[in-house]
């Protein structure tokens, strides 16, 4: 379970990180001021939130190696390959999903767009 969210607070935050660089970067030389330093600040937190997120991550996987050297001693070697298997899976997974829905929710966004031109 926290495998889960720290994926997806880490898949979040840098969506956002990503979403706040494109918006800096397509202010043009006559933005007001205020609107680019809003957009710094949110990017200086992002980056600050994306550290901490890493760094949870990093304790979860510390986590994960003492419960899977517990895990070892109890399991069979082939229903232990099982559980080192959807460990690593798990991760992946979870992206994949994300992303999935990402997709959906722009040819959502864009099938509304042509609806709305026609």
Known sequence: GDLDKVVNLLLSLSGRLARVETALGSLGPHAPPEDKLALREKQRLLVAQLEDAKEL??????REEAVGAMVARYLPPEHLQDYQHFVKMKSALIAEQRELEQKIKLGQEQLRCLRESL
Request: net charge positive; glycine share 16%.
């Open 57 to 62: 991550k990093e304790h979860v996987g510390r």
